[in-house]
């Protein structure tokens, strides 16, 4: 494998179509501005670098980034790639991750609006992302320890199971299918609307008007806090620990909570013939 070691690049595609290599304590950056420095490299490990140039990783394959630093200006840095392990990487450039396949991240920050897009077959394990419409139509991932903040995240999202996470984030899960959130807190107004098979275990759920106009929506020893006309028009099975402020329109289903400040069945554009159960047995 050969090595690259302290050295600093700023042409364009500088180590265009680098294969087997390993590139460490390196700075892309400098007056040429030459963007691309390592598109489309095979089998590389980049370790301990800094980026300030744009598109750095375009269409590679099989690539380990470790420890590195990618600056604003590095812009959109990683499309569509496959094969990618990021680790303790921080990366502040907007739109990283576009239609990329095969990513692992663990322990790395993200400052990227518009980040991961319609990427798949990803596993996030401890990472911080701020971002608008972050895992837009994203599938197939596996996520522990995310600290989102943003909003509008995980629309038009596919096949996805979340565990010990705080996503702080409005309109998030609209759209989206085949979705499982264990042992986390989600906070943020718009929870899942036009929604299919989303279930959220464990959780604390925290906002405004959540989980409206969803089908087959479960939820198991949840908490709400501040949730008003949740479920509208959703077909719901919920067991809910504690209070809800309000239920307004429920679909179909059962809502099982131990108070309920009010069920509001009025102005009803479609079937609303959903219960709220207290427990004990007795009907609001």
Not at 101 to 118: A, L, P, V
Not at 258 to 277: K, Q, R
Request: hydrophobic residues 35%; proline residues 3%; aromatic residues 10%.
């Amino acid at each position: 494998m050969t090595s690259i070691v302290n050295q600093q690049f700023q042409a364009e595609r500088s180590l265009y179509n680098l294969r087997d290599a390993e590139v460490i304590n390196c700075r892309f950056a400098g007056p040429e501005d030459g963007e691309s420095p390592l598109k489309e490299a095979r089998n590389t490990l980049v370790s301990g670098c800094t980026f300030a140039l744009r598109y750095p990783f375009w269409h590679d394959r099989d690539t380990r980034i470790v420890d590195c630093l990618l600056e604003e200006p590095t812009r959109a840095p990683l499309w569509y790639c496959s094969g990618l392990d990021i680790h303790n990487t921080q990366i502040y450039s907007v739109k990283s991750l576009r239609e990329c396949s095969g990513i692992t991240i663990k322990d790395s920050k993200f400052h990227s609006e518009e980040f991961m897009w319609r990427c798949k077959d990803v596993v996030i394990d401890n990472a911080e992302v701020h971002s608008a419409y972050a895992f837009f139509q994203c599938e197939n991932m596996e996520i522990r320890g995310l600290n989102l903040k943003g909003k509008y995240s995980f629309q038009y999202t596919r096949n996805i199971t979340i565990r010990d996470s705080v996503l702080d984030t409005k309109d998030a899960f609209w759209h989206a299918e085949n979705i499982t959130v264990i042992d986390s807190v989600v906070k943020g107004e718009y929870l899942s609307w036009y929604s299919d098979r989303v279930t959220f275990i464990n959780c604390k759920i925290i906002g405004t008007q959540p989980l409206c106009y969803d089908s087959n929506l479960v939820l198991k020893n949840c908490t709400m806090e501040g949730c008003d006309f949740s479920f509208e028009y959703s077909h719901v099975d919920a067991d809910v620990v504690g209070h809800i402020l309000s239920v307004k329109n429920p679909g179909s289903g059962t809502i099982l909570c131990d108070s309920c400040g009010e069920v509001i069945m009025e102005d009803a554009v479609y079937p609303a013939n959903g219960s709220v159960v207290l427990r004990g047995n007795q009907h609001q």
